[in-house]
């Protein structure tokens, strides 16, 4: 597709369960990002990717969060036995890599609505 | 580490201009970004500023950079309705070998007609 695509767009979930969040970014975009936006916070960074790798997790806020993309494209962020704190629009991106110096646009998807009830 | 900061909210009249404010901690900050977010939406990038520049104008957007004080700000001339979004001051720096993209809370933006 054109832009970053983001599945489901809105997901309820128990508490206790465990949820998987799907991104699609734009074609030959190396870089990909995960981010929450919780009411009132802004914007928290997960994980960054470069091609398969994480160089980044230092955003991950428990153990119970962990993300993984394959073929350089699709990423999933999986988060194991939701608590109701993990209620949040989780926002992922995706950019160019380029050389350094240069400036570069990330691109955001739609989010993911996640409420644990 | 990077720490974006902004007020949160702001409100102003139609036709009135607005100024979103922004503090960085960075100073080695590459690249600074006004991203806006409409309801509903994710976000779109609206302009950006490269760290040796103190202004930059695109119609009715004007950015100011204070690299000194590390504060950056975005002006809206001619306020509308259709300007009623959240506004994500960003900033990039270059971590560990890699762009490292880092928001501030965002500011919402009230229009009242």
């Known amino acids: 597709g054109a832009g970053v695509s983001q599945s489901p767009s809105n997901k309820v979930t128990e508490k206790g369960k465990d949820v998987e969040l799907r991104c699609d970014p734009i074609s030959g975009h190396t870089a990909l990002y995960w981010y929450r936006q919780s009411l009132g916070q802004g914007l928290e960074f997960l994980i960054y990717?470069?091609?398969?790798?994480?160089?980044?997790k230092s955003g991950l806020p428990s153990d119970r969060f962990s993300a993984e993309r394959t073929g350089g494209s699709v990423s999933t962020l999986t988060i194991q036995r939701t608590q109701q704190e993990d209620s949040a629009v989780y926002l992922c991106?995706?950019?160019?890599?380029?050389?350094?110096?240069?400036?570069?646009?990330?691109?955001f998807g739609q989010g993911t609505r996640l409420t644990v009830v | 580490g990077e720490d974006v900061e902004q007020s949160l909210f702001l409100s102003v009249r139609e036709g009135d201009s607005s100024v979103i404010n922004c503090t960085y901690t960075?100073?080695?900050?590459?690249?600074l970004y006004w991203y806006k977010q409409e309801p509903g939406a994710g976000l779109q990038l609206l302009t950006y500023?490269?760290?040796?520049?103190d202004m930059k104008q695109d119609q009715r957007l004007t950015v100011l950079l204070n690299k000194k004080d590390k504060h950056l700000s975005l002006r809206i001339a001619d306020t509308q309705t259709g300007d009623s979004a959240i506004y994500f001051c960003a900033e990039s720096n270059w971590s560990g070998g890699y762009q490292k993209v880092t928001f501030g809370t965002g500011t919402k933006l009230q229009v009242i007609p």
């Open positions: 960075d100073s080695s900050s590459t690249y």
């Open positions: 990717f470069q091609g398969n790798s994480a160089p980044d």
């Open positions: 500023i490269f760290s040796n520049m």
């Open positions: 991106a995706s950019s160019l890599v380029i050389p350094r110096g240069r400036y570069t646009e990330a691109f």
